[in-house]
């Protein structure tokens, strides 16, 4: 993250030139503060999970202090403890809250009741029994290595000094109990505050300067495909385009553009750092490249060869000198024969008919052919950089898709083994096995947007669908998903083509929510998400299946889905 920071901020200099100072950031800047409000986390906390995005929101942090208990609270601990509903209540006044002695209000009172610091046992120690600062350590200490023999004798030494303050011994001891009980999840606030620093810093840059910290975000990452993809998807998200490689415009790593992203030379297969060195002083001293065969003639062939040229062509580095990525491939081969004469007879002191600023001129003839299908063009530039720049093979289904949980979102550490997901994307591999009993079944990697996961299809499931288990294949899947310590995959429950699928929302109303008051909330959430996915109300009283108006249908995005289950309950919602 330190990193991303400092490479956002030379992006920000070169680009706009100006130089920020880091340690000037305002710590009450309402657009950043807005943008954590929101739960705009993505790249801040380097954590792409729900449950920070959605802890972010329900604490609602309006400046730098509120991010400090943030990082404290996102923790196993705290989250399976109960304490961050009861923290979260109290921000927001929804929870009176109750010290069991008054001298705990000076050390509570900014946590809401809640011991959420390593530093608020020391200071309970420190006040209530009587401990230096050193031996209130020592009790820190012994609670997070739980040494039960310390922690009783600094219990006994604990009420003792209680007692002296005329502090009722049963309170005292259900004080210290609470200690004990809250010590084992207690974070240090100063490790706190440094980690919500940097996490605010990042999240005004991402307010502020939004292409220079994607960019550095994405260069942080560049190598690592399943982030890329994702951070390209948010850039999308942003309104911020990633340009493909250029010859005359990319860096070595990911630059701004205008307010664009471009991506860096070195993100491609087989161009290694000799040859953007030599390409990059190459225009530096003497400008943009015309053509590929000045390309070829000015850039040293030893290190950036045919092959090397071929990458660049492929993944559309050449797209900017006005050609076809079929019309530079078929002349490839003629441009590296024809430099490598130019610079023979330049060696040479040989020189063109019309002299050497003759020669220089001339370029190969590019046939009249059409470009290559966009299909081809998308598999190159995965082949060649490891994700689609210039489209996606999913963006025809883009609108189906919104109703499908994200890939990238399965890896949340609030998933729950075992729970039902439906998830769309292309089929990146398929690897066919033979079980001991002779049965065939399927490991499947699929993507989308976002990201890869690893999906199983079971014999059971294997010869119904099979037809459908082939690379580049569009699918939505069925399954239920696995959790474990080694990651998420799915296990398939169903397949079926991508194109087959129909977005209808179906929402089941059990007799209970047949009410004008619910209906009439629900006609807000429908009209709020209005889209092209026609809606049919499944009336649990009596069967009835009704179709509703234009006006009802919506776009069933995740979030639309989740409203319409946070008022009719779970599994009342079903695409299809």
């Not at 959605?54 to 609270?73: G, M, Q, R, T, Y």
């Amino acid at each position: 993250t330190l990193t991303v920071i400092g490479d956002a901020l030379e992006l920000v200099r070169k680009n706009r030139g100006i130089t920020i100072d880091i340690e000037q950031i305002p710590l009450d800047d309402k657009e950043a503060c807005l943008m954590l409000a929101n739960g705009d986390t993505a790249g801040v906390f380097q954590m792409e999970s729900s449950g920070m995005t959605n802890l972010v929101k329900e604490l609602k942090p309006e400046h730098f202090n509120d991010l400090i208990p943030l990082v404290a609270l996102y923790r196993p601990g705290p989250l399976g403890s109960g304490m961050v509903a009861d923290f979260i209540a109290g921000r927001h006044g929804k929870k009176d809250i109750h010290y069991l002695h008054p001298i705990l209000e000076s050390v509570l009172k900014d946590t809401f009741g809640v011991i959420l610091y390593q530093e608020q046992v020391m200071q309970i120690a420190s006040l209530m029994g009587g401990f230096t600062l050193g031996q209130a350590d020592l009790l820190r200490r012994a609670m997070g290595k739980k040494k039960h023999d310390v922690l009783v004798a600094q219990q006994d030494a604990f009420l003792q000094g209680a007692e002296k303050q005329n502090i009722d011994t049963k309170i005292a001891q259900e004080i210290f109990d609470l200690m004990i009980h809250f010590g084992d999840y207690g974070f240090n606030k100063s490790h706190s505050a440094a980690y919500a620093l940097v996490a605010y810093q990042t999240a005004w840059l991402k307010a502020h300067y939004r292409p220079e910290f994607m960019a550095a975000l994405l260069t942080s990452v560049m190598g690592v495909n399943d982030k890329i993809g994702f951070y390209i998807e948010e850039c999308r998200r942003m309104g911020i385009a990633v340009l493909p490689p250029d010859i005359n415009a990319s860096g070595t790593s990911f630059t701004v553009d205008g307010q664009d992203i471009r991506f860096g030379l070195a993100g491609v297969k087989n161009v290694g750092a000799n040859a953007i060195a030599s390409i990059m002083a190459v225009r530096e001293e003497a400008g943009k490249f015309t053509s590929i065969i000045d390309f070829c003639s000015r850039v040293d062939m030893r290190l950036a060869n045919k092959r090397v040229i071929e990458s660049l062509i492929k993944c559309g580095a050449f797209d900017s000198l006005g050609k076809k990525r079929s019309q530079l491939l078929a002349v490839l081969e003629q441009a590296v024969d024809m430099a490598a004469l130019r610079r023979r007879d330049l060696s040479s002191g040989q020189l063109g008919l019309f002299g050497e600023e003759t020669v220089e001129a001339a370029d190969v003839v590019y046939p009249d052919i059409p470009e290559l299908p966009q299909e081809n063009i998308l598999a190159m530039e995965k082949e060649i950089i490891g994700f689609y720049v210039t489209g996606h093979p999913l963006d025809r289904y883009r609108d189906k898709m919104q109703s499908l949980t994200a890939i990238e979102k399965l890896s949340a550490e609030d998933n729950v083994d075992g729970q039902t997901v439906r998830i769309g994307g292309l089929i990146a591999a398929a690897k066919r096995l033979t079980t001991k009993a002779g049965d065939m079944m399927c490991f499947v990697t699929l993507e989308d947007f976002t990201g890869q996961i690893e999906v199983v299809v079971f014999p059971r499931v294997f010869n119904k669908v099979s037809r459908l288990l082939a690379p580049d294949m569009a699918v939505v899947i069925f399954g239920r998903l696995s959790v474990n310590d080694e990651g998420s995959k799915v296990l398939v429950q169903d397949i079926k083509p991508l194109d087959a699928v129909e977005n209808a929302v179906r929402i089941r109303i059990e007799k209970k929510n047949e009410t004008m008051e619910v209906i009439e909330r629900l006609q807000q959430v429908l009209a709020a998400n209005r889209g092209k996915s026609t809606v049919y109300f499944c009336l649990s009283s009596n069967g009835r299946v009704i179709k509703t108006e234009p006006r009802y249908w919506i776009n069933p995005t995740q979030q639309a889905l989740e409203a319409i289950e946070s008022l009719l309950g779970k599994e009342t919602v079903s695409i299809g």
